[in-house]
Structure formats: structure tokens, C-alpha cells
T-cell receptor, first 114, second 117 residues
Framework: DSGVTQTPKHLITATGQRVTLRCSPRSGDLSVYWYQQSLDQGLQFLIQYYNGEERAKGNILERFSAQQFPDLHSELNLSSLELGDSALYFC?????????????FGPGTRLTVL | AQSVAQPEDQVNVAEGNPLTVKCTYSVSGNPYLFWYVQYPNRGLQFLLKYITGDNLVKGSYGFEAEFNKSQTSFHLKKPSALVSDSALYFCAVRYGMGSGGSYIPTFGRGTSLIVHP
């Protein structure tokens, strides 16, 4: 158990809908990362927050947004969902933002868009 | 720009034999290199990392990796494979600056390790 929690575990929804994925980092970690894992794209970095502020952006679509709250939990919002958004979404946390910081991954949320 | 390559989609090895999972990277400057393992329907678990110092890094579950700067490689190794080592292995590199001094991580596509009894 990494100490990172994600809810829900599974999410099934329809095209055009909006969903929110939630992540709670390990106790003491200030940085949260979001990733998308799919068979064709592999593991793609989406976005990183550190202590409530956005720190880095990867291949995140404009339809997606995220935020980190004062209690350090984070939410990833996916809107106008398309079939291609079906994937595993992982959250990871680390203590700081240093390059050598280890990221600890949550169990993931499996999103299915029908 | 940074990139990492795992040239083998799948590695097959017999239980008890040594295993190697290959990783090469491309980055400007000094890299931070990581190995993670993913079991089915689970998140990624940290195995080991190289930041600086000794080129041979020892990690969890008997795994080790050797940093080779001249060959820009960071291959994962284990002297004696177990059936329970069968999983998906990811190499990752971090370098470069996002806003405010962050380091954007790049992961390889993963290598499926299958250990046969």
C-alpha cells in the first residue's frame, strides 16, 4: 500500500458527460501528479501540483482540468468525454518537486466512456 | 527534450535464471532515473532510482540497475528470477524545468516480464 488513495476505483459514463476523479496524497507529501494510462499511448503525464499551485503541464487536453486543495487532496475534472478518454487514470505523490523525489502511485481509477 | 526507450515489449526468462530489462534514455544534462513495477490492476510501485554516486543501484525485491552514462542506459537486473516477478516494468527519467522549478517525468512504454516455472 503506497498510502495514496484514489476514488472511485471504477467509473462508467457516457460520451459528452463530465466526471471528477479524486486523489489523496501520502501523508506529508506536497506534490501531486496525474497520469493517463492507455494501451496505445502508454503512461502519459498530465499535470502536477505542488502545495496548491500548478507546477508542470504535460499532455493534458483542454477539456481536462485539475486542482489541488488546501488539504492537499487533488481532483481531476474530465469534461465533454469521448470514447478515447477511456483509460486508467493514476495519481502519484511526492514530498517535494525535486527531480530525485520518488513518486508513489495510487491504485488508479478505471474510466470507461460508452 | 527528454525521452526514454524500452526496446523490448516483452522479456521471457526461466525461473532461477538472471533477468535483464533494458532502458535507454536521452536527456540534456544529468538525468534522474527510476524503475517502477506494475502488477495487473494495480498502480505502479517504486523499485529503485539513480540520482548520483555509485553507478550500481540496489532496490526492492532483489532488483538492481546499472547506470551507464556513456551508453545512456539504465538496465534493470536480477540475478535469479522468480515467477512472482512477472509484471510490467517501467523505466522513467526526470529532467528539465516546469514552471517554478519542477521536473517533468517521462516514462517508457513498459516491458512485460514473463518468468516461466
Amino acid at each position: 500500500d503506497s498510502g495514496v488513495t484514489q476514488t472511485p476505483k471504477h467509473l462508467i459514463t457516457a460520451t459528452g458527460q463530465r466526471v471528477t476523479l479524486r486523489c489523496s496524497p501520502r501523508s506529508g507529501d506536497l506534490s501531486v501528479y496525474w497520469y493517463q494510462q492507455s494501451l496505445d499511448q502508454g503512461l502519459q503525464f498530465l499535470i502536477q501540483y505542488y502545495n496548491g499551485e500548478e507546477r508542470a503541464k504535460g499532455n493534458i487536453l483542454e477539456r481536462f482540468s485539475a486542482q489541488q486543495f488546501p488539504d492537499l487532496h487533488s481532483e481531476l475534472n474530465l469534461s465533454s468525454l469521448e470514447l478515447g478518454d477511456s483509460a486508467l487514470y493514476f495519481c502519484a505523490s511526492s514530498f517535494r518537486t525535486s527531480g530525485g523525489d520518488t513518486q508513489y502511485f495510487g491504485p488508479g481509477t478505471r474510466l470507461t466512456v460508452l | 527534450a527528454q525521452s526514454v526507450a524500452q526496446p523490448e515489449d516483452q522479456v521471457n526468462v526461466a525461473e532461477g535464471n538472471p533477468l535483464t530489462v533494458k532502458c535507454t534514455y536521452s536527456v540534456s544534462g544529468n538525468p534522474y532515473l527510476f524503475w517502477y513495477v506494475q502488477y495487473p490492476n494495480r498502480g505502479l510501485q517504486f523499485l529503485l532510482k539513480y540520482i548520483t554516486g555509485d553507478n550500481l543501484v540496489k532496490g526492492s525485491y532483489g532488483f538492481e540497475a546499472e547506470f551507464n552514462k556513456s551508453q545512456t542506459s539504465f538496465h534493470l537486473k536480477k540475478p535469479s528470477a522468480l515467477v512472482s516477478d512477472s509484471a510490467l516494468y517501467f523505466c522513467a527519467v526526470r529532467y528539465g524545468m516546469g514552471s517554478g522549478g519542477s521536473y517533468i517525468p517521462t516514462f517508457g512504454r513498459g516491458t512485460s516480464l514473463i518468468v516461466h516455472p
